[in-house]
């Protein structure tokens, strides 16, 4: 026997009933997609985004770092060995 949890995750309403109907017309439980896509996930260690927009902090965050490079602060050197980076960091 397959011991099974529950896993509680938040997700737009339209997102779910369409993956709930289209698993349906597959003859699917929507929970084998699930668990499906997950083991992708471990397997592969990727995921893929389609179709998503940044939050305002995000993007505030990533005009930081922008600014950061054009202004060459926060920036490490380039490393040319493991031993270069190790010796940088413990420098820090």
């Known amino acids: 026997m397959v011991m099974k ?6 997700v737009d309403p339209l997102v779910k009933s369409q993956a709930q109907k289209l ?3 597959l003859s699917l439980p929507l929970s084998l997609v699930v668990n499906n896509s997950l083991r992708s996930f471990i397997k592969n260690r990727e995921v893929t985004f389609s179709e998503m927009t940044p939050s305002k902090k995000f993007l505030t965050y990533l005009k930081k770092i922008d600014k950061d490079i054009k202004q060459g602060k926060n920036l490490s050197p380039a490393f040319h060995s493991a031993k270069e980076m190790d010796d940088y960091l413990d420098s820090l």
Request: glycine share 0%; net charge positive; no cysteine.
């Open 5 to 10: 949890t529950v896993l509680n995750v938040k």
């Open 23 to 25: 698993a349906k017309s």
